[in-house]
Structure formats: structure tokens, C-alpha cells
């Protein structure tokens, strides 16, 4: 089996052309043979981005123009005994660097808590029977059940569908759980909501069911190569840091200039060459605006934590900026701004809108009244949860 098979467009093959590339079939995979292809292929999961070190940010952190402005400022301080000035620079430095540093590291964990928002487990045929593995362990070539309410583990192809929708908002952005036909083919290339008989990888099952084969994992997968584009997304700068840059170049050519000046103009007129020379740097010194490194920093992640009280994720400081100037946000009123998820919180039976009102489940629980009891045995048995017997305990699958 070659790698040339990954980029094939899937859903206008046959299910026998599929079998065929994937040298696979109905029966699934055996154990051998999928552990083989998981080597080959790799784990079914996002690529995971080079995290990025604390000594790295902090290199980032002090290479900023007006950065290293202070820190020579303060190194000449502590060359010429003014230890005072030299101290109070170095501590609006590190201030600095700590917020900017601390905000993007809870970010970072933050974003890798979503980018593990996946399917944990799925249901294939391995050697011939039902098996439950975990979802980074599917391989192409492996044959996988879905049922309402489960995420897709990875990109299928549909093999079988009973009444099956899905829904693929966090894919395609529609809001309306797509119906999906295995037994339909495609003669020519459709967009990718179109595919009625693919199923992709974090969309999730919300009514009937579904078998398909396995056609791609990881990366590799529609979900995997969005992913690839964000990760090549180059830094860059916004306004307000490339203002600040420009105002710390000219305030150091400034700064040189007048240093310069007073050391040339004392020297002439004979004056003592140590208290000249600290006049000259603190002069110098007195131009550059100590203070609006630190006060932009702390204005930007007061930003930042307004916004994470809203759930809005900030990874670098300065884009606080650039969105605080967006006068108009379009976005989807849909599934993409929801879990599609639904929980029961309260109960009413027997005209209890008219009396009580709806109950907690707990609280319905402890009437004597049986109907509350034999309706909540009905919301459980209603529903395809099940034991996972290859689970330490038989947790639910």
C-alpha cells in the first residue's frame, strides 16, 4: 500500500476501489496488521506544535527594540555607580517580560486543552469482531461503527448508513445536521459539505447510524490540514508594536545624538570628564520613556483577562490590540457557537409547570411519586451508552 492513496478523493471511488487501494474489507483489520500501518502512518491525532520554552519568550522578550534600550540604559547606570536608576529599569524590564510571558503560556495551555477535545475511543472490527481502541490508534484501512452521539474519530468513508446525520458545523460551518448516504457516489469532485457519503474527523453523529472504512488519520485528515495551515501562520506585528518600535529607534538616535552634543560641548569648554560623562547618559537616559514598555504591557493584559472572563482565548499580548479595533464581528449564529451538546437539568410531570414548577433531578428523584422515577428509567434506557469491556472496570464507551 502506497502513500499516494492520501490524497485521493475518497468519495468518488466505490466501495470495492476503496477496499482495494486500503487492502482492507468489511472484516476490518487484523491486530497485526493495524499495529504494522500504525507504525507506517503514525498516531491518529494532531500534529502537536513545538512548544515553545521559557527561555526562548524571554529572548523574544528582551530582543524588543525598546527593550534593549533599558537594558543598556541600565547597564551603563551600574557601570557609573548609579545603582538606583540601574535597578529601578532592570525591575520595569523583568515586569515586563513576566506578564508578557506568563499570558502566553496560559494560553498555551489552554489551546492544547482544546486541541485534546476529541474522540477519546471508537468501535472497529478488529480480527473479525467488535473491539473498542483508543481514537489514536485507527489506522487507514480500519473499519469503524458510528451511533448518535459520537464524535467521528477519524476521515471515513461510508460503508453502511441507517438514517444517518451528522452534524459538521466545526468543519463546514453549516448548522443543519447533514444526512449522509453510503450507497451514493460521485462521478466529479463536490464541495466538501456535499460528500454525503464521508464522514469527517470532529464532526459529530446526531441521529441513526453508520459504518465506514478508515481513509485517513492525523494530519492527514481535513480537520489535520487546517491545522497544518494555522501552524504556518508567520508572526506579525500590529500597530501599536510597530509604533512602539519606530518610537524606540528614534528615541535611541535621539538619545545618542544629545549624549554626544552635551559630552562634546563640556569637553571643549574643559569641564571634568567622569561628571560630564554622567551628565551626557543621564540626559540620554531622561528621552527614553522607561515607563511605556511596562504600561502598554499591563494595559494590554488587563485586555487579556477582561477577555478570558468571556472565554476569549489571547495568545500574544499585542493582538489585544488589534482586536479591541474591530467595529464589526460577523460570525455564525449556528452550531460553530455551541457544543451541541443538551443535559438534562430539570424534570415535570403530571402538571407540575402548574404547580411546583420543573424539579432538579435530584430532587425528583426523591418524591415518593413513581412517574418520576420511571421517567428518568426511560431517559436512561433511551439511548445506546454502553459498557466498554476492554476498559479497566467496564467504564462506559
Known amino acids: 500500500m502506497e502513500d499516494s492513496h492520501i490524497r485521493k478523493p475518497w468519495y468518488t471511488q466505490s ?7 486500503l487492502n482492507t474489507s468489511e472484516e476490518g483489520l487484523s491486530d497485526a496488521e493495524a499495529a504494522l500501518r500504525l507504525k507506517k502512518y503514525g498516531r491518529n491525532e494532531l500534529r502537536e506544535t513545538e512548544k515553545r520554552g521559557i527561555l526562548k519568550m524571554l529572548w523574544e522578550q528582551i530582543t524588543d527594540t525598546m527593550v534593549l534600550i533599558l537594558i ?19 525591575v520595569i524590564v523583568a515586569i515586563n517580560a513576566l506578564i508578557s510571558i506568563i499570558q502566553e503560556k496560559k494560553a498555551a495551555n ?30 487507514p484501512g480500519d473499519v469503524v461503527f458510528l451511533e448518535d452521539g459520537c464524535i467521528v474519530p477519524a476521515d471515513i468513508r461510508l460503508i453502511d448508513s441507517a438514517y444517518l446525520k451528522i452534524q459538521e458545523a466545526s468543519l463546514t460551518g453549516e448548522s443543519v445536521p ?36 478508515v481513509v485517513e488519520t492525523g494530519m492527514r485528515t481535513e480537520v ?25 529607534k528614534t528615541l535611541s538616535i535621539v538619545g545618542i545624538i544629545v549624549c554626544i552634543l552635551i559630552f562634546g560641548i563640556g569637553f571643549l569648554y574643559g569641564r571634568p570628564l567622569i561628571p560630564l560623562l554622567m551628565t551626557a547618559i543621564s540626559l540620554a537616559i531622561s528621552i527614553i520613556p522607561e515607563g511605556l514598555p511596562a504600561t502598554a504591557t499591563i494595559v494590554m493584559a488587563l485586555g487579556v483577562q477582561r477577555m478570558a472572563r468571556k472565554n476569549a482565548l489571547v495568545r500574544k499580548l499585542p493582538a489585544v490590540e ?21 443535559t438534562v437539568t430539570k424534570v415535570a410531570v403530571n402538571g407540575d409547570f ?19 422515577r420511571d421517567l428518568i428509567y426511560a431517559g436512561a434506557l433511551c439511548n445506546k451508552a454502553c459498557l466498554n469491556p476492554d476498559a479497566p472496570g467496564g467504564n462506559s464507551g
Open 354 to 372: 402548574a404547580k411546583d414548577g420543573a424539579l432538579s433531578v435530584e430532587d425528583a428523584l426523591k418524591r415518593p411519586s413513581n412517574m418520576y
Open 15 to 21: 466501495l470495492e476501489e476503496v477496499y482495494k487501494e
Open 178 to 213: 447533514v444526512e449522509k448516504d453510503a450507497e451514493v457516489s460521485f462521478d466529479k469532485e463536490v464541495p466538501l459539505g456535499d460528500r454525503i457519503n464521508m464522514a469527517y474527523t470532529s464532526s459529530i453523529v446526531m441521529y441513526g447510524n453508520g459504518v465506514g472504512v
Open 110 to 139: 489552554a489551546l492544547e486543552a482544546l486541541r485534546q477535545m476529541s474522540a477519546p475511543m471508537a468501535r472497529v472490527m478488529r480480527q473479525g469482531e467488535e473491539s473498542v481502541v483508543p481514537s489514536t490508534e485507527l489506522v
Open 72 to 90: 543598556a540604559a541600565a547597564g551603563l547606570s551600574a557601570f557609573l555607580n548609579e545603582w538606583a536608576e540601574a535597578v529601578v529599569i532592570l
Open 322 to 342: 488589534t482586536l479591541g479595533s474591530a467595529t464589526v464581528i460577523c460570525s455564525d449564529k449556528t452550531g460553530t457557537l455551541t457544543q451541541n451538546k443538551m
Open 224 to 248: 489535520g490540514q487546517i491545522a497544518d495551515l494555522l501552524e504556518e501562520q508567520d508572526d506579525f506585528d500590529t500597530p501599536l508594536k510597530r509604533k512602539l518600535n519606530s518610537v524606540g
